[in-house]
């Protein structure tokens, strides 16, 4: 049960996040709320290398003789946390545009394209 | 916005360097140790964050501008293209210069070791050009919220 | 010379990146050559893609492994899996990867006239070179971590491209916001699923992957995630919301390559559905899920596009309607791909009209984008109630357009009937009621076009249009290239399904050549 708790963690984030997108009004939050899902996904693909009593994949301060951790899902984590930081900017900065044009950050207001 | 107070500018000239200094450490040694290009980037981008903090946005502007910042970013992405072209007799992104005895040259050594700088190939050429890039793009990013937010007080305010 | 076409399938993404990156230092030089610049590097791309379509399509899939040896190694001494990042180019990869080297091509050179001296024209060029390699990249890879990356590359790229009229308007930020977190989500959602099938099997390269695969719970999950969210990217009804808002605030170059984006997204999805889990899945059901995808995407893309004023949103919505015609060609495709009587009877006739119908929209649909973006370079406006009678002044853009609307419509000779005709035969086999559906949706495509024929051309010349001209030499010419590939496809539909379509649909159907490309001749 105890190895668990890392995949419970990634099902809360997620609900949290998801919940967050679809019941929150101002558009900052709902960018706080697309962090959260991405910072769930990431924590689910650094768990999924991970393997009982081993240490940490680095030859230069490791003790000799002992297993290692998975190292590709860190790689693969590590691109995207890059891809997320980059979408995170831009979603703040098209929030900063609009905010500029309308004033308010406000879901309910600031939608002109209907139909 | 406007700059904090003298207690923290004066801690904020003392840490600059140091910080600036430890981001290169992770950038340069990113083949041996956990690091490499974007996390040692991102550390120096966090020491010019705290240079915008400490002083404001309008009295950064002196040491901290954005022309310069996005030419290295140029520079960077060009050099990392370059690199990877290299190797374009065999394949694309091939490492012509590992295990060959030149620049960063000397053989991998597998197992515990206590760490020999001067191997690796193009990967630590490839780490500094993606460095180089990454702190000069969230640089950017930065400058250019922080001028957001000047626009956005002084319409507040007006 | 050799060099380059044995290093093909990566030049022709490397040469629009390194052009990318070396746009903002030129633009400190001289402003006034980026476009030119971006232009010419689009066309060596589409002469190199043309080059290694002839090569794939005589001699083989090709196969390019980074950082190796030699460019075909896949399995270095010893091991039984492949390891380094591939590309893989077969038929169907370069069937999709013509398709966007002609679109982005000559949207750079509509862009010549269109984006002449505003503000930030030097970013726009960069964002329409990334993007590009974005979209080539997810047609050749053969990795699925790399495929996700490619995926955000070209989401990123376009977000900026949509919001890029933002600095007057606040209606194009708000469009891309919306593109924004509905491509967050759908990436992410891929990300999940790609650390399913990594935590499961250890391999990341398709080929490998679809050797191994055996459909266990777990991979059920994976597919369930999967299929809703490429749907979602390439604008299926119920979860088509973004398409109108990004495609009428996009500008007009720009979205006739976001169509090609949201296509390469189907291509993933059909790459999944064929060479990933082919028949060890359950082929009836997932076959029936996109035909039901397909049939709604039809029918609501075309009754809500009739009541539209707006002549982009109006295009967006019928780009929404011929998607689900290549929806419901692949599903009836893959529903019988289990049975094999039926689908030689039937089955490979459908997803040749389906397959055919994504080149097909991509070429009538484009032009009728640009035929759009050409009465807003003149009128400066795009609602429909306040034009009227341009046909007197814009004649090469009226014949355009008509060219363009028949296309859409289905009628001969043009290359619209000629796909359409593919899909109702074959889906009348399967399920006559789906056939039918099909034509009616088909005419009520003709009778919006009619209606925005008649309110944009036809009728007195109005006297605030007294001074509008034809558009300008580049504009005319990108539409002029469109037009002759629809009139081409339309005469001789034969030559082009014989020679391209009809290898990439053998190309998806097989999963044993696609795996033995790799793996070395199982």
Same mark, same amino acid.
């Given at each position: ?5 890392? =995949? ?21 939050k ?19 290398? =991970? ?7 680095? =030859? ?36 900063m545009?609009?905010?500029?044009h =309308? ?13 | 916005?406007k ?19 430890f ?10 140790t ?13 020491? #010019? ?11 950064s ?10 030419? #290295? ?79 956005t007080?002084?319409?507040?305010n007006? | ?10 030049l ?7 052009a990318?990156?070396?746009i ?5 030089i ?19 893609? %043309? ?74 060029y ?21 495929f ?5 590359i070209?989401?990123?790229?376009s ?41 499961e ?36 009804v119920?979860?088509h ?13 720009i ?36 035909i ?18 707006d ?9 929404v ?36 119908? %994504? ?39 009226t ?30 086999k ?23 024929f ?32 629809i ?29 033995g ?6």
């Amino acid at each position: 049960m105890i190895d668990n708790l890392p =995949y419970i963690a990634v099902a809360i984030f997620i609900g949290l996040g998801i919940y967050t997108l679809m019941y929150k009004k101002n558009l900052i939050k709902i960018a706080i709320g697309i962090c959260l899902i991405e910072n769930g996904v990431n924590l689910f693909l650094i768990t999924l290398g =991970y393997r009982k009593g081993a240490v940490a994949p680095i =030859y230069t301060m490791a003790p000799s003789g002992q297993s290692m951790v998975l190292p590709t899902p860190q790689a693969l984590t590590l691109t995207s946390i890059v891809i997320g930081i980059a979408t995170t900017a831009l979603i703040l900065s098209v929030v900063m545009m609009i905010y500029k044009h =309308y004033g308010t950050l406000d879901t309910d207001e600031i939608r002109r394209l209907r139909g | 916005m406007k700059g904090m107070s003298k207690i923290v500018k004066t801690v904020a000239n003392f840490v600059y360097g140091f910080i600036i200094i430890f981001g290169f450490y992770i950038i340069v040694h990113g083949h041996l140790t956990p690091g490499g290009g974007f996390q040692g980037g991102a550390v120096v981008a966090s020491a #010019f964050a705290l240079a915008l903090v400490s002083y404001g946005s309008v009295n950064s502007q002196k040491f901290l501008k954005k022309d310069i910042f996005s030419l #290295f970013e140029s520079f960077g992405l060009t050099l990392f293209i370059v690199l990877a072209f290299s190797g374009l007799g065999i394949t694309f992104f091939y490492n012509f210069l590992a295990n060959s005895g030149n620049w960063f040259g000397d053989a991998a050594v597998i197992g515990t070791n206590p760490g020999n700088m001067n191997t690796g190939g193009l990967i630590p050429l490839m780490n500094i050009a993606v460095g180089l890039e990454v702190l000069s793009a969230l640089g950017v990013i930065v400058l250019v919220m922080a001028k957001g937010a000047e626009f956005t007080r002084k319409k507040e305010n007006s | 010379m050799n060099i380059l076409l044995n290093n093909s399938p990566i030049l022709i993404l490397a040469l629009p990146l390194l052009a990318a990156f070396l746009i903002p230092l030129i633009s400190r030089i001289n402003k006034k050559t980026v476009g030119s610049f971006s232009a010419l590097v689009l066309a060596i791309s589409l002469v190199m893609t %043309i080059f290694l379509a002839v090569k794939v399509i005589t001699v083989g899939p090709q196969v390019y492994v980074f950082g190796a040896k030699s460019s075909g190694l896949t399995l270095p001494s010893g091991l039984s899996v492949p390891i380094r990042i591939m590309f893989q180019v077969d038929a169907m990869g370069i069937f999709m990867g013509l398709i966007t080297a002609t679109v982005s091509f000559l949207g750079a050179i509509y862009s010549l006239a269109f984006i002449k001296n505003q503000e930030g024209m030097d970013k726009f060029y960069s964002l329409l070179l990334l993007l590009t390699v974005g979209m080539f990249g997810m047609e050749f890879t053969g990795d699925l971590f790399n495929f996700f990356v490619f995926l955000e590359i070209a989401s990123i790229a376009s977000v900026a491209l949509i919001a890029y009229r933002g600095i007057n308007a606040g209606e194009p930020a708000e469009a891309g916001l919306k593109y924004m977190i509905v491509s967050s989500i759908s990436a992410l959602v891929v990300l999940f699923a790609i650390g399913i099938f990594y935590g499961e099997y250890d391999l990341l390269n398709i080929a490998a992957l679809a050797n191994m695969i055996k459909y266990s719970q777990l991979d059920k999950i994976a597919l369930a995630l999967l299929l809703p969210v490429l749907a979602m990217k390439s604008g299926a009804v119920p979860m088509h919301m973004w398409t109108p808002d990004a495609y009428s605030e996009a500008p007009a170059p720009i979205t006739m390559i976001l169509v090609a984006a949201s296509q390469a997204s189907l291509y993933a999805l059909f790459r999944i559905l064929f060479s990933l889990y082919n028949v060890s899945s359950n082929t009836l059901t997932a076959g029936w899920i996109i035909i039901v995808f397909g049939v709604l995407s039809m029918f609501i893309g075309v009754t809500m596009a009739i009541v539209q004023k707006d002549i982009k949103r109006l295009m967006a919505y019928h780009a929404v309607s011929q998607t689900g015609y290549m929806l419901l060609g692949v599903g009836v495709g893959l529903a019988v791909l289990s049975n094999p009587i039926a689908l030689k009877e039937y089955g490979i006739t459908s997803l040749e009209g389906g397959i055919f119908h %994504i080149m097909n929209h991509a070429m009538y649909k484009g032009l009728l984008f640009l035929t759009a973006g050409a009465l807003f370079f003149r009128t400066g406006t795009r609602n429909l109630n306040k034009m009227g009678g341009l046909a007197h002044s814009m004649k090469y853009t009226t014949i355009f357009f008509i060219i363009g609307a028949a296309a859409i419509a289905g009628l001969p000779p043009f290359n619209g009937f000629a796909s359409k005709l593919l899909i109702y035969e074959s889906v009348y086999k399967f399920n006559p009621l789906l056939s039918i559906i099909a034509m009616v949706v088909s005419i009520l495509t003709l009778a919006s076009f009619v209606k925005v024929f008649h309110s944009a051309f036809l009728g007195p010349k109005l006297p605030q249009f007294n001074d509008v001209r034809e558009v300008p030499q580049s504009m005319v010419f990108s539409m002029a290239v469109l037009s002759c590939i629809i009139i081409f496809f339309g005469l001789f539909p034969d030559l082009i399904v014989d020679n391209l379509v009809h290898p990439a649909v053998m190309a998806l159907v097989e999963q044993v050549k696609y795996t033995g490309t790799v793996l070395g001749g199982m």
